[in-house]
């Protein structure tokens, strides 16, 4: 009975560790992304309409996030954000200086982190314990 439970339990801290791991690299990849959307308007003068503009800014893999749900990208004149799915409660509603966005869609959380020209670089943004922050 005990083995079952130390098994149990190690297969939770281990599930949550995976977790944590895919959400950290989900994070990476948009920031990636966003980086690539402002190198795209210094190169174009512009935000790119598509992910498909980025094409030599972007690893062919990063279209999809670690759970295969497409990243996504819209502008205006002034801000771009990349945003994705995620299963839900992957990611906390508690942000700390980020911009971030956390809604539900459809049984899943949808995470926008966004920039503007006027912030220059996009902050370096950190995924632990359900919470993302700016270290």
């Known amino acids: 009975m005990l083995a079952l439970l130390l098994a149990g339990g190690v297969a939770v801290a ?5 977790a944590c791991a895919r959400g950290q690299r989900t994070l990476l990849d948009m920031m990636a992304i966003l980086q690539a959307c402002r190198q795209y ?4 003068g512009g935000w790119p309409l598509s992910l498909d503009a980025l094409q030599g800014l972007l690893p062919e ?8 749900y497409p990243f996504m990208i819209a ?3 002034e801000r771009i954000w990349v945003e994705t ?6 990611v906390g509603r508690s942000f700390k200086g980020a911009h971030v966005v956390v809604y539900g869609v459809e049984g899943k959380d949808r995470v926008r982190l966004s920039t503007s020209r006027m912030q220059g ?8 314990k359900r919470n993302v922050y700016v270290p």
Do not use: T
Request: proline share 3%.
């Open 14 to 18: 281990s599930g949550k560790m995976i």
């Open 41 to 44: 308007d210094v190169l174009h």
């Open 61 to 68: 893999d990063q279209f999809n996030n670690v759970w295969g």
């Open 75 to 77: 502008s205006n004149a």
């Open 121 to 128: 670089q996009a902050a370096r943004l950190v995924y632990e």
């Open 85 to 90: 799915d995620v299963p839900l409660g992957v």
